[in-house]
């Protein structure tokens, strides 16, 4: 007699999907567009020629307006590991780490990669049509343009699936842990996709959520900079005999 399956374990990390109301894709484009060409570059990971940091206003404004999306976020990873949203068990306050936005182009990728804190999004302002290069692609992996996902290990044979994959569609998100590997597979379609990204740690439910400085900050000033704007000019010598 063949056996019943009475059930399985839900495994691996609670990755969400969501759509951006147009506000806010609107006011993460518009913020954006007076910061400096590829002033985050040299903070990130990826091999893309123009990648912006937000200010800490610009930040400020982001924690309220996503603050929604991280309700819904933690209520559905709750879901999903069948619990109950208690607190402080759980928690939907949060500090904003860094935030920025990328204008990928053709040609330009992301290498599989982790974030700092402890979860993460990326989301999808603009995208273009790269259909007839997918179309034409004939290999095996996720495809030009894709956004991909790994979890674990590779096994054989396939006990579990270690590697999601996602063609990017504009007005959406996906929300993950922070540490959880991902990457972005380039396309040669010329075109700019525009994507924003961040980082974030979650605190007491007791306190309110808001935004810290980072050195992706667009307004952010090193020790050294801060040094200078405060010490006071050293005087001569001679001035003070």
């Not at 949203?85 to 935030?99: C, G, I, M, V």
């Amino acid at each position: 007699m063949k056996p019943e399956i009475l059930g399985n374990i839900k495994f691996g990390p609670y990755v969400a999907l969501m759509k951006v109301e147009q506000p806010l894709i609107d006011g993460l484009l518009e913020r954006a567009e007076n910061k400096k060409v590829g002033s985050g570059n040299s903070e990130l990971a990826s091999l893309m020629s123009d990648q912006r940091g937000y200010s800490m206003e610009d930040k400020k404004w982001f924690v309220k307006e996503f603050q929604p999306y991280i309700d819904s976020y933690v209520e559905g990873n709750c879901e999903f590991l069948n619990t109950t949203y208690r607190e402080p068990d759980w928690s939907k306050s949060f500090n904003l780490l860094s935030l920025w936005i990328n204008y990928m182009k053709e040609n330009e990728y992301n290498p599989a990669h982790t974030h700092s804190g402890m979860l993460s999004w990326v989301m999808y302002l603009k995208t273009h049509d790269i259909e007839k290069e997918r179309e034409q692609y004939t290999g095996r992996s996720a495809g030009p343009g894709a956004t991909v996902f790994h979890y674990g290990e590779h096994s054989f044979p396939q006990w579990a699936t270690h590697t999601q994959s996602y063609l990017p569609q504009e007005g959406y998100l996906w929300m993950f842990p922070a540490l959880l590997r991902h990457e972005v597979i380039p396309f040669k379609t010329p075109g700019t996709r525009i994507t924003v990204s961040g980082n974030l740690y979650f605190k007491h439910p007791s306190q309110k959520s808001d935004a810290e400085p980072t050195p992706m900050d667009s307004d952010f000033k090193r020790i050294d900079e801060m040094r200078r704007d405060t010490l006071p000019t050293p005087t001569k010598l001679d001035d003070t005999i």
